[in-house]
């Protein structure tokens, strides 16, 4: 299936949030705020949706109030882009509800990554859509005092860039990066800037050269897809996989989780499927984490020859690059290089 690329982002246009998992945005309404001023700074509009700022225990609101606004965003010819305020754990509660024959015509860039890979695999499967897993508002617009320099550049070049449409735009290491935790519900995250680390840079746990078209998303959110009607054809694709937390917001998720997982994208047949495989660096991992989990893909990959990058920029730590799903991916070791199409 030929996928749908929605019109790039212009100058001036309007950029809807929308909350369709987890409802932080009322204990930190702070972040909100910095993710409009900074976006207006830029130019462009900020639409909030009807119920993007509530809470309803776990999720933001009802099924019914989020598919609304979900509705509304892509019915209103003002809204050039969906961008999410955050992820979250219910996206799943969505896609059975979605009109994906509305969505499918009326096409405007999709953003949002972790939970938002849900909507993007049923989007894409349903609608012919292709979305984009790249930064939230809350958590990368929302950043102080502004968003990171490597985010906000990579987000634009694949959403505003007509320089780049339907070329390869080369992907870089960020030269820092951070998953430090500053408390948003006790305003510490005001007070100064997280501590950047130095980035050791791609890690290719095994080289070689591979194209194929971009797939993938949060490994937990993935598996909300496995066995349904939004499940996507893997075959001959890159994929990538993002670590994300773990029970909360100060621990990586578990290895033994890992490791649950990716024998499941085993038994479903993705490693026997792809081409290339890439992995964004862990949330909150520690050297030891890193060791077990190289091991732990090794053993799920060890009888394919597929190349396997390590230590990207996407996903739960900061900064982090924006991924068109479908877009054409090249990879090489031998170049240390990755690049993929606007």
């Keep these: 299936m030929k996928l749908i690329i929605p019109p790039p982002l212009t100058q001036e246009a309007t950029i809807g949030f929308i909350s369709p998992s987890a409802g932080?945005?009322?204990?930190?309404?702070h972040r909100i705020q910095r993710a409009i001023d900074y976006l207006e700074r830029l130019g462009y509009q900020v639409k909030l949706g009807k119920h993007s700022l509530q809470n309803n225990g776990y999720v933001s609101?009802?099924?019914?109030?989020?598919?609304?606004?979900i509705h509304c965003m892509f019915a209103d010819p003002s809204v050039k882009m969906i961008l999410a305020t955050i992820g979250g754990n219910h996206c799943n509660q969505l896609i059975s509800k979605l009109d994906y024959n509305l969505i499918r015509h009326h096409p405007k860039i999709f953003v949002g990554y972790s939970d938002l890979t849900v909507l993007h695999y049923a989007i894409q499967s349903q609608a012919g859509l292709s979305t984009y897993y790249g930064p939230c508002a809350m958590t990368q617009f929302g950043e102080f005092p502004k968003p990171l320099e490597y985010t906000v550049k990579n987000f634009f070049a694949m959403t505003s860039d007509t320089k780049v449409l339907g070329k390869y735009l080369d992907i870089y290491s960020s030269h820092f990066w951070t998953d430090e935790v500053l408390d948003w519900f006790k305003n510490e995250d005001s007070l100064r800037p997280r501590k950047l680390k130095k980035n050791k840079g791609f890690e290719w746990l095994r080289r070689g050269k591979a194209h194929g078209l971009l797939l993938g998303g949060a490994i937990p959110s993935i598996h909300h897809l496995a066995g349904t009607q939004y499940w996507i054809d893997c075959k001959n694709n890159?994929?990538?996989?993002?670590?994300?937390?773990?029970?909360?917001?100060y621990e990586g998720l578990s290895i033994g989780s890992v490791d649950a997982y990716l024998a499941d994208?085993?038994?479903?047949?993705?490693?026997?499927?792809?081409?290339?495989?890439?992995?964004g660096r862990p949330y909150r991992y520690s050297e030891k984490d890193y060791e077990s989990l190289k091991k732990i893909i090794e053993k799920y990959t060890f009888e394919f020859n597929f190349p396997i990058l390590f230590n990207v920029d996407l996903g739960h730590t900061d900064p982090m690059t924006t991924i068109r799903y479908g877009s054409e991916a090249c990879m090489?070791?031998?170049?240390?290089?990755?690049?993929?199409?606007r």
């Design 332 to 341: 090489d070791s031998t170049k240390n290089f990755l690049s993929m199409t």
């Design 61 to 69: 609101a009802s099924v019914d109030e989020r598919i609304d606004d």
């Design 265 to 279: 994208l085993y038994n479903l047949g993705v490693f026997q499927s792809i081409s290339g495989l890439i992995i």
């Design 24 to 29: 932080l945005a009322p204990f930190a309404m």
């Design 238 to 249: 890159i994929f990538f996989i993002d670590i994300p937390e773990g029970n909360n917001l």
